[in-house]
């Protein structure tokens, strides 16, 4: 059916962003702003895998600007596609180029920054901090102890090794600081693709003494690395927003004006509190076996489904978002005309394939294996191309191919391409509606094809977001 769903990425990737030439530094931004957004239905964001913007949680995709422009994305009426940022140094030449029309990443709003970019209203704001560890045995020493050990002034500053991004904020910070005071400070440099989190965690574990995070990121770090102090203040009233091209005039306009609303909402605190308050939530998280920015593991099965998964010739990524919509990874799901198990299937059809509801999660995972490849079967004759052809393999999966193929013959009746998704899924979505499903060339009748075809859009959502987070470094 399809090797890897994945290669389809990268070559579109590819032949896109080499039209762009390889050096984009300094031409100016491509034209993409709010209204072609509306029309393409699609919203894309350039994000940084942390602890706060954007991880994976037992199969769920979150974090504090994801869930934001979630909201956003809906309110606007359009998907939102995660584009994972490699390298923070190069995340505005990736924006004016056309990677992505947004990029989120706790991104402070400077003045140098403003000539390249446009910043949103701020969507928080903070400080800066320094990132230094408490002496050994902090814990039984006295707390003035512990605050004397620790560099409490800016004027300490001096020739102290301080590791930053040089693209950063704070590389500029420390610069004006060493000005000030006159003594210079060692500044050592990373590479973008080093985040603020890991240079904290190489401050806790010893392997640097000194960085500078902002103190929204360093309050949530300092749950789970107990031995970081981040007290003291670099500088006050940090503004963090989103960037978008100088020319995304109607983008920015949109953007400001749903901030400017939602951030007075109960959604919106809740959302908050859930990344930068709940110290109890947070450090639950990021010790659980399925936080998949530090694990890699996104299910109990995941073994079991990369075992499978070549069966069908899918990336076993899809094959787990097809679970997670099933049964949320719980092998003892029951549902709607009970339905069961990891890939839930009805009773008769179960007994098809020879499960029933005391089948293992193996035994449903080979049942549903061989599932798909029936469907296969029934498309492989109809859509010539395998990746066009895996929505169609998801929407009979959830409503029976009858009702997809219906939605395929009302489409040929309507001179639409019967072999692309998009503009077959139409006729699916709008079937639960007398003008089609009383078409003479549908045999299958009345059915909510609006389910189906949700179902479709978050499972490939989903697989988009697994595939994230197991290809990223």
Same mark, same amino acid.
């Given at each position: 059916?399809?090797?890897?769903?994945?290669?389809?990425?990268?070559? !579109?990737?590819?032949?896109?962003?080499?039209?762009?030439?390889?050096?984009?530094?300094?031409?100016?931004?491509? &034209?993409?702003?709010? +209204?072609?957004?509306?029309?393409?239905?699609?919203? *894309?964001?350039?994000?940084?895998?942390?602890?706060?913007?954007?991880?994976?949680?037992?199969?769920?995709?979150?974090?504090?600007?994801?869930?934001?422009?979630?909201?956003?994305?809906?309110?606007? =009426?359009?998907?939102?596609?995660?584009?994972?940022?490699?390298?923070?140094?190069?995340?505005?030449?990736?924006?004016?180029?056309?990677?992505?029309?947004?990029?989120?990443?706790?991104?402070?709003?400077?003045?140098?920054?403003?000539?390249?970019?446009?910043?949103?209203?701020?969507?928080?704001?903070?400080?800066?901090?320094?990132?230094?560890?408490?002496?050994?045995?902090?814990?039984?020493?006295?707390?003035?102890?512990?605050?004397?050990?620790?560099?409490?002034?800016?004027?300490?500053?001096?020739?102290?090794?301080?590791?930053? *991004?040089?693209?950063?904020?704070?590389?500029?910070?420390?610069?004006?600081?060493?000005?000030?005071?006159?003594?210079?400070?060692?500044?050592?440099?990373?590479?973008?693709?080093?985040?603020?989190?890991?240079?904290?965690?190489?401050?806790?574990?010893?392997?640097?003494?000194?960085?500078?995070? +902002?103190?929204?990121?360093?309050?949530?770090?300092?749950?789970?690395?107990?031995?970081?102090?981040?007290?003291?203040?670099?500088?006050?009233?940090?503004?963090?927003?989103?960037?978008? *091209?100088?020319?995304?005039?109607?983008?920015?306009?949109?953007?400001?004006?749903?901030?400017?609303?939602?951030?007075?909402?109960?959604?919106?605190?809740?959302? &908050? !509190?859930?990344?930068?308050?709940?110290?109890?939530?947070?450090?639950?998280?990021?010790?659980?076996?399925?936080?998949?920015?530090?694990?890699?593991?996104?299910?109990?099965?995941?073994?079991?489904?990369?075992?499978?998964?070549?069966?069908?010739?899918?990336?076993?990524?899809?094959?787990?978002?097809?679970?997670?919509?099933?049964?949320?990874?719980?092998?003892?799901?029951?549902?709607?005309?009970?339905?069961?198990?990891?890939?839930?299937?009805?009773?008769?059809?179960?007994?098809?394939? =020879?499960?029933?509801?005391?089948?293992?999660?193996?035994?449903?995972?080979?049942?549903?294996?061989?599932?798909?490849?029936?469907?296969?079967?029934?498309?492989?004759?109809?859509?010539?191309?395998?990746?066009?052809?895996?929505?169609?393999?998801?929407?009979?999966?959830? /409503? =029976?191919?009858?009702?997809?193929?219906? /939605?395929?013959?009302?489409?040929?009746?309507?001179?639409?391409?019967?072999?692309?998704?998009?503009?077959?899924?139409?006729?699916?979505?709008?079937?639960?509606?007398?003008?089609?499903?009383? +078409?003479?060339?549908?045999?299958?009748? &009345?059915?909510? =094809?609006?389910?189906?075809? /949700?179902?479709?859009?978050?499972?490939?959502?989903?697989?988009?977001?697994?595939?994230?987070?197991?290809?990223?470094?």
């Amino acid at each position: 059916m399809v090797k890897s769903i994945s290669y389809f990425f990268i070559i !579109t990737t590819v032949i896109f962003f080499s039209s762009c030439g390889d050096d984009y530094e300094g031409k100016k931004p491509i &034209y993409r702003d709010f +209204d072609t957004i509306q029309s393409e239905g699609k919203l *894309r964001v350039l994000i940084e895998f942390s602890s706060t913007s954007y991880f994976i949680y037992k199969g769920i995709p979150q974090g504090f600007e994801y869930e934001l422009l979630s909201n956003y994305a809906d309110f606007i =009426g359009v998907s939102l596609e995660v584009v994972p940022i490699n390298s923070l140094d190069s995340i505005f030449i990736e924006l004016n180029k056309g990677t992505a029309d947004v990029v989120a990443a706790n991104l402070t709003v400077t003045e140098e920054r403003k000539e390249e970019v446009s910043f949103s209203n701020p969507i928080l704001v903070t400080k800066q901090v320094l990132i230094q560890q408490k002496p050994e045995g902090w814990k039984k020493l006295k707390k003035k102890h512990v605050t004397d050990s620790l560099i409490r002034s800016i004027h300490e500053l001096g020739g102290k090794k301080i590791v930053v *991004r040089e693209k950063s904020s704070f590389y500029k910070e420390l610069k004006n600081i060493s000005k000030e005071i006159k003594h210079n400070i060692d500044i050592s440099i990373v590479s973008g693709e080093i985040t603020t989190e890991e240079l904290i965690e190489q401050v806790s574990t010893g392997e640097i003494e000194y960085t500078i995070a +902002d103190k929204n990121i360093a309050m949530v770090n300092q749950w789970y690395y107990p031995n970081i102090d981040a007290e003291m203040v670099i500088k006050d009233h940090q503004d963090i927003a989103w960037a978008v *091209r100088n020319n995304s005039d109607s983008l920015l306009k949109s953007i400001n004006s749903w901030l400017i609303d939602f951030q007075k909402t109960r959604k919106f605190k809740s959302i &908050y !509190t859930k990344y930068f308050k709940n110290q109890h939530l947070v450090q639950r998280r990021v010790k659980d076996k399925y936080y998949t920015l530090e694990s890699g593991v996104i299910s109990p099965y995941d073994e079991m489904i990369k075992k499978y998964a070549p069966a069908i010739h899918w990336d076993w990524e899809l094959l787990a978002a097809l679970i997670y919509q099933e049964s949320h990874f719980n092998n003892e799901a029951r549902g709607w005309g009970e339905s069961f198990g990891l890939m839930q299937f009805m009773p008769v059809t179960g007994a098809n394939f =020879g499960v029933d509801t005391s089948s293992s999660a193996e035994q449903n995972i080979i049942a549903g294996t061989k599932y798909i490849n029936r469907l296969n079967k029934i498309w492989e004759q109809e859509i010539s191309d395998t990746l066009e052809r895996i929505p169609f393999i998801l929407a009979s999966y959830n /409503a =029976g191919p009858g009702h997809v193929i219906d /939605a395929k013959n009302l489409a040929e009746k309507y001179k639409k391409n019967p072999q692309s998704w998009k503009e077959v899924s139409f006729f699916l979505l709008n079937k639960s509606k007398p003008k089609y499903y009383k +078409d003479p060339v549908v045999k299958h009748g &009345y059915c909510k =094809g609006f389910i189906a075809y /949700a179902y479709v859009e978050e499972i490939m959502d989903r697989y988009h977001h697994y595939k994230n987070i197991t290809e990223a470094p």
